[in-house]
């Protein structure tokens, strides 16, 4: 099962389509193809060594209860969704560029695709949070957080321990154009050479 599918169960898919006013599948589609780039953006994180601080960062912006603001009644709060942004991409043109390839892997609107980005980070990061047992509470990190980052992350982003067991497979793969597990790398050169 991938992480889209972990969030569609979690009712994370379907609140994100209802408050964009859009079809579940669109919303399904749109999260399939940004999710690599927003887990890549994670897993940079913790690979610079920093996973106790990723624990310690998924609390302060709010750890499990980004999942549940946005699968609450109430509009989602993106501006948490932007700061969840903010740290793992360190940049809008980053958002940016992450959408426009979205746009272009799938016919979806680019704008409907930012507006999904900061929904989508927020469950993603909750979703961290709880599975790591640091619902906004800060303190050592649980051995949790760490084993768990490398599950999802392994497993979605089709390397390490699981290899694309729970992957989005594919769609990592086409992301990850120099082939070192990590999208992002190439989003952040493609990112660079636009502003060149």
Same mark, same amino acid.
Do not use: C, H, W
């Given at each position: 099962?991938?992480?889209?599918?972990?969030?569609?169960?979690?009712?994370?898919?379907?609140?994100?389509?209802?408050?964009?006013?859009?079809?579940?599948?669109?919303?399904?589609?749109?999260?399939?193809?940004?999710?690599?780039?927003?887990?890549? *953006?994670?897993?940079?994180? %913790?690979?610079?060594?920093?996973?106790? &601080? #990723? +624990? @310690?960062? !998924? /609390?302060?912006?709010? $750890? =499990?209860?980004?999942?549940?603001?946005?699968?609450?009644?109430?509009?989602?709060?993106?501006?948490?969704?932007?700061?969840?942004?903010?740290?793992?991409?360190?940049?809008?043109?980053?958002?940016?560029?992450?959408?426009?390839?979205?746009?272009?892997?799938?016919?979806?609107?680019?704008?409907?695709?930012?507006?999904?980005?900061?929904?989508?980070?927020?469950?993603?990061?909750?979703?961290?949070?709880?599975? *790591?047992?640091?619902?906004? %509470?800060?303190?050592?990190?649980?051995? &949790? #957080? +760490? @084993?768990? !980052? /490398?599950?999802?992350? $392994? =497993?979605?982003?089709?390397?390490?321990?699981?290899?694309?067991?729970?992957?989005?497979?594919?769609?990592?793969?086409?992301?990850?154009?120099?082939?070192?597990?990590?999208?992002?790398?190439?989003?952040?050169?493609?990112?660079?050479?636009?502003?060149?």
């Amino acid at each position: 099962m991938n992480l889209t599918d972990i969030l569609a169960q979690a009712g994370g898919i379907e609140s994100m389509a209802k408050e964009l006013g859009i079809p579940a599948a669109t919303a399904k589609q749109g999260a399939d193809a940004l999710l690599p780039a927003i887990l890549g *953006g994670f897993k940079k994180q %913790a690979q610079s060594g920093r996973v106790e &601080g #990723l +624990g @310690g960062l !998924l /609390g302060q912006l709010g $750890g =499990g209860g980004l999942l549940d603001s946005v699968l609450g009644s109430q509009p989602t709060p993106v501006s948490q969704g932007n700061d969840v942004l903010g740290q793992i991409f360190g940049s809008k043109d980053v958002s940016r560029t992450v959408a426009g390839q979205a746009a272009a892997q799938t016919g979806i609107d680019s704008g409907l695709l930012k507006r999904m980005l900061p929904m989508l980070a927020m469950m993603v990061a909750g979703y961290m949070a709880k599975q *790591g047992g640091q619902d906004g %509470a800060s303190g050592g990190l649980s051995g &949790g #957080l +760490g @084993g768990m !980052l /490398g599950n999802v992350l $392994g =497993g979605a982003m089709g390397g390490g321990a699981a290899p694309s067991a729970g992957g989005l497979g594919g769609l990592g793969k086409m992301l990850d154009m120099d082939g070192d597990g990590n999208p992002l790398d190439d989003i952040m050169g493609m990112v660079n050479k636009m502003r060149g």
